[in-house]
């Protein structure tokens, strides 16, 4: 079956950096329509980033210029690269892949960010 393993979450500094990773398993990780989304402390839902078929990205617009996603096909793996880390950055983020027309999710990493 599907499964997303998200990782790569924890405390850091503003203005520190963080990459999350999503390992994908169950299905052929290729060109799949990704994104991250997070969750604020105050259960604020957001997209912060995508990439389709082409590899476009796009990007939530406070995170543009800091934030990048990236897959590796060969690992079945997807990632947010975060740079400049902001106290508002602090969420809990989720990957999500879709696959036949389905989406499906990771079960999230706590990404902290103090002042």
């Known amino acids: 079956q599907v499964e997303l393993v998200d990782s790569g979450g924890g405390l850091v500094q503003a203005g520190g950096s963080m990459r999350l990773s999503c390992a994908a398993s169950g299905f052929t990780f290729s060109n799949n329509i990704m994104s991250w989304h997070r969750r604020t402390p105050a259960n604020v839902r957001e997209w912060v980033a995508g990439m389709d078929t082409g590899g476009e990205t796009n990007y939530l617009d406070s995170v543009k210029g800091r934030f990048a996603i990236s897959r590796d096909n060969g690992k079945s793996t997807m990632y947010l690269q975060m740079n400049n880390l902001q106290p508002e950055d602090t969420a809990t983020y989720y990957c999500?892949?879709?696959?036949?027309?389905?989406?499906?999710w990771g079960k999230g990493t706590l990404v902290n960010v103090s002042s």
């Open positions: 999500q892949i879709y696959y036949r027309g389905m989406p499906y």
